[in-house]
């Protein structure tokens, strides 16, 4: 019998209410919270929407006023109904038109094997470039183009949209719009990043994987982080090179939860104690610069 594949995802991003609630009193979580916005944080911390995350701060005794709780649903349906735009949009400027049957790194798709991978006949045997179709944003900005004289108005709208999907290291996302995205979202705008930049990583995945982290801290104003990255960029690193080593910390954290006893408020110690520590010089010297 095959052994069933373990979740790389945190323990408490898969509980059930029952247990994020038994986990957040025994840690005292409410208590301990530091940052500005704890619906914001919970909703992070234990991975689910910030309408659920009202729900439980409310049963852990937390108020939580009923303004704030209709931001949260407007904010909500907003984005839906944003969505659902954005595939009007798409479906305005012809997009199902662009082939089906090519990607970044294949010219012609010939099939697919049975673990999903494509094959074909690539770009580079073909001895040219991949128009660089990696994902929705770009397609969009394609397809717009040649027929923004006839949208008018709605192509500049569509490429509007585009940019606010966008994920770029180098500008801080709006807090609000990050932590309402779900987890797999953060990340793949986070890989789509790095796909169009051409950046080449060992393991995409893993570094997005970071890179989230490392913003969803941010997004959450977890002060230790906010203050090590405006104490980095204060210092001469870009706002991504300061994310960059903040991960470093984070994949630290990761490797001694893994391997060490340590309770999860001492883990968490040692790490605002790192970040607090943290500088550029150190940063550059660690990283081989």
Same mark, same amino acid.
């Given at each position: 019998?095959?052994? /069933?594949?373990?979740?790389?995802?945190?323990?408490?991003?898969?509980?059930?209410?029952?247990?994020?609630?038994?986990?957040?009193?025994?840690?005292?979580?409410?208590?301990?919270?530091?940052? /500005?916005?704890?619906?914001?944080?919970?909703?992070?911390?234990?991975?689910?929407d910030p309408r659920c995350a009202?729900?439980?701060?409310?049963?852990?005794?937390?108020?939580?006023?009923?303004?704030?709780?209709?931001?949260i649903k407007a904010t909500i349906?907003?984005?839906?109904? *944003?969505?659902?735009?954005?595939?009007?949009?798409?479906?305005?400027?012809?997009?199902?038109?662009?082939?089906?049957?090519?990607?970044?790194?294949?010219?012609?798709? =010939?099939?697919?094997?049975?673990?999903?991978?494509?094959?074909?006949?690539?770009? #580079?045997?073909?001895?040219?470039?991949?128009?660089?179709?990696?994902?929705?944003?770009?397609?969009?900005?394609?397809?717009?183009?040649? *027929?923004?004289? !006839?949208?008018?108005?709605?192509?500049?709208?569509?490429?509007?949209?585009? =940019?606010? &999907?966008?994920?770029?290291?180098?500008?801080a996302p709006d807090p609000a719009?990050?932590?309402?995205?779900?987890?797999?979202?953060?990340?793949?705008?986070? *890989?789509?990043?790095?796909?169009?930049?051409?950046?080449?990583?060992? &393991?995409?995945?893993?570094?997005?994987?970071?890179?989230?982290?490392? *913003? &969803?801290?941010?997004?959450?104003?977890?002060?230790?982080?906010?203050?090590?990255?405006?104490?980095?960029? /204060?210092?001469?690193?870009?706002?991504?090179?300061?994310? !960059?080593?903040?991960?470093?910390?984070?994949?630290?954290?990761?490797?001694?939860?893994?391997?060490?006893?340590?309770?999860?408020?001492?883990?968490?110690?040692?790490?605002?104690?790192?970040? #607090?520590?943290?500088?550029?010089?150190?940063?550059?010297?660690?990283?081989?610069?």
């Open positions: 019998m095959a052994r /069933k594949k373990k979740s790389r995802q945190a323990r408490r991003k898969r509980m059930t209410r029952h247990g994020r609630l038994s986990a957040a009193r025994a840690t005292r979580w409410v208590e301990q919270y530091k940052g /500005k916005d704890i619906v914001a944080g919970y909703a992070n911390w234990f991975a689910v009202v729900i439980e701060l409310r049963m852990l005794g937390v108020t939580i006023d009923a303004e704030r709780e209709s931001r349906e907003a984005r839906t109904a *944003e969505r659902k735009r954005r595939q009007e949009l798409r479906a305005q400027a012809q997009l199902e038109q662009l082939p089906p049957d090519s990607d970044e790194t294949f010219a012609f798709i =010939a099939g697919y094997t049975s673990a999903g991978a494509p094959y074909g006949i690539t770009f #580079e045997e073909l001895g040219g470039e991949p128009p660089y179709f990696d994902d929705v944003d770009a397609e969009i900005e394609q397809a717009v183009a040649p *027929e923004a004289g !006839h949208l008018g108005g709605r192509s500049a709208e569509l490429l509007g949209a585009s =940019a606010m &999907n966008r994920y770029d290291p180098s500008q719009e990050w932590l309402e995205l779900d987890e797999q979202e953060r990340l793949d705008r986070v *890989e789509r990043y790095h796909r169009r930049a051409r950046i080449d990583l060992p &393991n995409c995945t893993i570094h997005a994987t970071i890179h989230v982290a490392v *913003e &969803n801290q941010l997004a959450a104003d977890d002060e230790p982080a906010v203050r090590a990255l405006a104490r980095l960029m /204060k210092e001469g690193l870009s706002r991504h090179d300061a994310v !960059h080593a903040i991960g470093s910390l984070v994949a630290e954290q990761i490797y001694d939860l893994l391997k060490l006893k340590d309770s999860p408020e001492a883990l968490r110690a040692r790490y605002y104690a790192a970040l #607090e520590r943290l500088n550029a010089a150190q940063w550059r010297d660690g990283s081989g610069r």
